[in-house]
């Protein structure tokens, strides 16, 4: 029973980490270089030790904010789905993926390529498949134009990652508007 509640409070502690870290990096616009993770475990309630002995390099730690970010964003589809129109659904969850790019361009700097190759291709596909389903029901209700996938609409998203950070809080919501507004039939 002691085992179990000690599994329970590194699990606990582990969340916190890993919150704490995300919203410093959303805090500091996903600049990596600004997070300190002396002030992260300060933030998560735990000793510098906890966080080694959960994530033992930075790189580690980003990863599972990465890992975190994403799996709350493919998460968010049946939700989205069950409360708007799917249109409106793809909507809000292309607004949260901006959001997530934004921690995700400070993260993916940071990752060594061989971590990032290890993540991306444990994760990259459930990305793929949350914005599929979210195309395919557009497609259903006859508000997203039939040719369109989501290898489209990645690469109409790609233009998020060409967007200086000054400029990225102006433009990365009309860019998402105007690839909503061409997903509609014409």
Same mark, same amino acid.
Request: glycine content about 6%; some cysteine.
């Given at each position: 029973?002691?085992?179990?509640?000690?599994?329970?409070? *590194?699990?606990?502690?582990?969340?916190?980490?890993?919150?704490?870290?995300?919203?410093?990096?959303?805090?500091?616009?996903?600049?990596?270089?600004?997070?300190?993770?002396?002030?992260?475990?300060?933030?998560?309630?735990?000793?510098?030790?906890?966080?080694?002995?959960?994530?033992?390099?930075?790189?580690?730690?980003?990863?599972?904010?990465?890992?975190?970010?994403? *799996?709350?964003?493919?998460?968010?589809?049946?939700?989205?789905? *069950?409360?708007?129109?799917?249109?409106?659904?793809?909507?809000?969850?292309?607004?949260?993926?901006?959001?997530?790019?934004?921690?995700?361009?400070?993260?993916?700097? *940071?990752?060594?390529?061989?971590?990032?190759?290890?993540?991306?291709?444990?994760?990259?596909?459930?990305?793929?498949?949350?914005?599929?389903?979210?195309?395919?029901?557009?497609?259903?209700?006859?508000?997203?134009?039939?040719?369109?996938?989501?290898?489209?609409?990645?690469?109409?998203?790609?233009?998020?990652?060409?967007?200086?950070?000054?400029?990225?809080?102006?433009?990365?919501?009309?860019?998402?508007?105007?690839?909503?507004?061409?997903?509609?039939?014409?």
């Amino acid at each position: 029973m002691a085992g179990r509640e000690r599994r329970s409070d *590194a699990v606990a502690n582990r969340d916190r980490i890993v919150e704490a870290a995300r919203a410093e990096l959303s805090e500091s616009n996903g600049a990596v270089d600004d997070l300190k993770l002396h002030k992260v475990a300060k933030a998560a309630g735990v000793g510098q030790g906890t966080l080694y002995r959960h994530f033992p390099t930075r790189e580690h730690l980003l990863a599972e904010v990465y890992r975190h970010e994403l *799996a709350q964003l493919v998460d968010a589809v049946a939700p989205l789905l *069950a409360e708007h129109p799917p249109l409106r659904a793809l909507s809000c969850w292309m607004r949260r993926l901006v959001e997530y790019a934004r921690v995700k361009r400070g993260v993916m700097a *940071a990752i060594e390529a061989s971590a990032w190759r290890d993540v991306h291709s444990e994760q990259h596909h459930r990305l793929d498949e949350a914005l599929g389903t979210l195309l395919d029901q557009g497609k259903a209700a006859g508000q997203v134009r039939q040719e369109v996938d989501a290898t489209d609409v990645v690469l109409l998203l790609g233009a998020l990652t060409r967007l200086p950070e000054s400029e990225w809080d102006a433009r990365a919501p009309t860019i998402v508007t105007i690839i909503v507004d061409g997903l509609r039939p014409r």
